[in-house]
T-cell receptor, first 112, second 111 residues
Framework: DQQVKQNSPSLSVQEGRISILNCDYT??????FLWYKKYPAEGPTFLIS?????DKNEDGRFTVFLNKSAKHLSLHIVPSQPGDSAVYFC???????????FGTGTRLKVLA | NAGVTQTPKFRILKIGQSMTLQCAQD?????MYWYRQDPGMGLKLIYY???????DKGEVPNGYNVSRSTTEDFPLRLELAAPSQTSVYFC??????????FGDGTRLSIL
């Protein structure tokens, strides 16, 4: 029973274009969401987060959108750069427990 | 600025052997976590701790033990290694309500 799903295992995008990574969740108790980026042989690195009281959060080229009614969040990267090529994980948190539930990841490849 | 340090980076064990995966953080975080990541899967929580002397089970605790005697250290113990425990193990730490910081992982193979 996967509470957090990333249905696209991989995504390829041309350099300079927009990358859109998607994540769906089932548990309405989740109230905090994060995106992590992972390079091979390294640990995940925090990228951006959003609280359930917001529907958008921006940090430079990265924007996360949250649609609570659809239980869906997305990460937009504009413009995409070759250095963005990595695996991206979304995570959902019930702040009453502080436990993260991770999706299975999406491998993004940005083509030069 | 070391952050979260995991040792060893790689290890091969025989079935039935035991070992301890070490994790240390220098950020004075009170929360610490152990995850495992299997191929094509997300990270699954094994155990976590909200402070020295306090630990609790995550999603997949069977076959593992932890202790937290200091704020800095959170070792993970495998008592009787089984092939199903072949995985990449990540340790993380955080302040309450802040994003977790991860170490670079320990790749463990059990043959």
């Amino acid at each position: 029973d996967q509470q957090v799903k990333q249905n696209s295992p991989s995504l390829s995008v041309q350099e300079g274009r927009i990358s859109i990574l998607n994540c769906d969740y089932t548990n309405s108790m989740f109230d905090y969401f994060l995106w992590y980026k992972k390079y091979p042989a390294e640990g995940p690195t925090f990228l951006i987060s959003i609280s359930s009281i917001k529907d958008k959060n921006e940090d430079g080229r990265f924007t996360v959108f949250l649609n609570k009614s659809a239980k869906h969040l997305s990460l937009h990267i504009v413009p995409s750069q070759p250095g963005d090529s990595a695996v991206y994980f979304c995570a959902a948190v019930d702040s009453g427990t502080y436990k993260y539930i991770f999706g299975t990841g999406t491998r993004l490849k940005v083509l030069a | 600025n070391a952050g979260v340090t995991q040792t060893p980076k790689f290890r091969i064990l025989k079935i039935g052997q035991s070992m301890t995966l070490q994790c240390a953080q220098d950020m004075n975080h009170n929360y610490m976590y152990w995850y495992r990541q299997d191929p094509g899967m997300g990270l699954k929580l094994i155990y976590y701790s909200v402070g020295a002397g306090i630990t609790d089970k995550g999603e997949v605790p069977n076959g593992y033990n932890v202790s937290r005697s200091t704020t800095e250290d959170f070792p993970l113990r495998l008592e009787l290694a089984a092939p199903s425990q072949t995985s990449v193990y990540f340790c993380a730490s955080s302040y309450r309500n802040q994003p977790q910081h991860f170490g670079d992982g320990t790749r463990l193979s059990i043959l």
